[in-house]
């Protein structure tokens, strides 16, 4: 049996006539950039995180970029961000001229550790960039209790959590501004690069689409040094046909987690640790293992697809070089690179191929 790593083949299926016709009616309409499909989108997805604005850009990064940029964050500030996550997090910090400071994550949820925030704060600290990494919500109330206690912002980056709960609640409403990605890939993917920012702040969301507008509050009138950024008709009407079946693609998501969770009882596979006021989404189902090269190898040869996420650590990247961290300091998301694995999870897997994967995995030996 083959089991790729992910396919949209079966979600496309289901709602194609619909994408079609989202494109049709963009296309007819000869509008393309801030249009109708846009301002329909930006509610639709304000609703569903229940908040009162969202600002469509680019891409994930641009959100979390511009969401820093708007809040007056640049030279000479620090941002907190976890050591372990996807580039784009510690880049939106950078591209703002601040300097990205990474805090180790909680080894069993692989979120940032709250226990860890207080030791990184300095004078130069402006803001807390939580990750809800893979779509496992962090742990925000104990995040926004050391915030509020330090006078910082929250940016929470939901580029993996779609949809995900932390107490109820859609993550994304927690802090003061909150970025999502749209890349092809995730829970709620367009068919390009897109992007989002969602906030109850007004002043804060007016700032932002302005900055994605090249600065620009009006025609010609450029109050800020923006950038470009901004979410097109077709790629926000793609999204409004998807939004609609978010919760329940989500749901199957969930339901492959939990029996990943119950059945795989292989000693030598460390599964991810929920906590019990979370609803985790799982855009990523990841495991961890001491001979990650060969648990690879292994699955590979049984027809399993398996992704690394993120096997280099940010700080022993060429690019953060200039930080001047060497390798062991940051131990514990060295470890995490060194050792995790993620595992095929996506809408339409067949129940065979589940079992197919949960079977495989509980005879692997190292």
């Known amino acids: 049996m083959i089991v790729p790593f992910v396919s949209f083949r079966v979600m496309e299926k289901e709602i194609d006539s619909e994408l079609r016709s989202a494109f049709e009616r963009v296309y007819e309409r000869s509008w393309y950039i801030r249009g109708i499909e846009g301002g329909n989108f930006e509610r639709s997805f304000a609703k569903f995180c229940n908040v009162k604005f969202c600002v469509g850009v680019g891409s994930g990064l641009d959100a979390l970029m511009l969401s820093l940029k708007a809040l007056g964050i640049g030279y000479g500030d620090e941002v907190l961000v976890p050591s372990n996550t996807f580039i784009a997090t510690a880049l939106a910090v950078t591209y703002t001229g601040a300097v990205p400071v990474f805090v ?39 995040i926004l209790e050391i915030a509020e206690k330090h006078n910082l912002y929250v940016v929470e980056d939901c580029a993996q959590a779609h949809g995900a709960l932390y107490r109820g609640r859609v993550v994304g409403s927690f802090g003061n501004v909150a970025g999502f990605s749209f890349y092809p890939g995730k829970n709620l993917g367009a068919l390009g690069d897109a992007g ?21 509050n009006y025609k010609y009138r450029h109050i800020y040094k923006g950038n ?41 596979i460390i599964l991810p640790y929920v906590m019990d006021n979370v609803t985790p989404v799982w855009h990523i189902f990841s495991v961890r293992t001491r001979n990650v090269k060969c648990l690879s190898k292994y699955m590979k040869e049984n027809g399993i697809s398996t992704s690394r996420h ?23 998301a060295e470890e995490i690179s060194a050792t995790q694995l993620s595992l095929p999870m996506y809408y339409g897997m067949t129940e065979n191929q589940i079992d197919f994967v949960i079977s495989t995995l509980n005879k692997f030996k190292e």
């Open 310 to 332: 993120y096997p280099i650590a940010i700080h022993q990247q060429e690019c953060y070089k200039d930080l001047l961290i060497s390798t062991g300091s940051l131990p514990i």
């Open 228 to 268: 470009n950024s901004r979410l097109d008709e077709i790629q926000a009407a793609f999204l409004s046909t998807k939004l609609p079946h978010l919760k329940r693609m989500n749901k199957e998501r969930q339901k492959i987690a939990c029996r990943y969770l119950k059945e795989i009882r292989n000693r030598e």
């Open 104 to 142: 180790e994550p909680d080894i069993r949820t692989y979120n940032i550790d709250p226990d860890r925030i207080e030791k990184k704060i300095t004078d130069k600290t402006r803001a807390i960039m939580p990750v809800h990494l893979y779509g496992q919500p962090c742990d925000m109330d104990r």
């Open 196 to 216: 989002a920012v969602v906030t109850n702040d007004k002043k804060l969301a007016d700032k932002i689409r302005a900055l994605g507008n090249y600065g620009s």
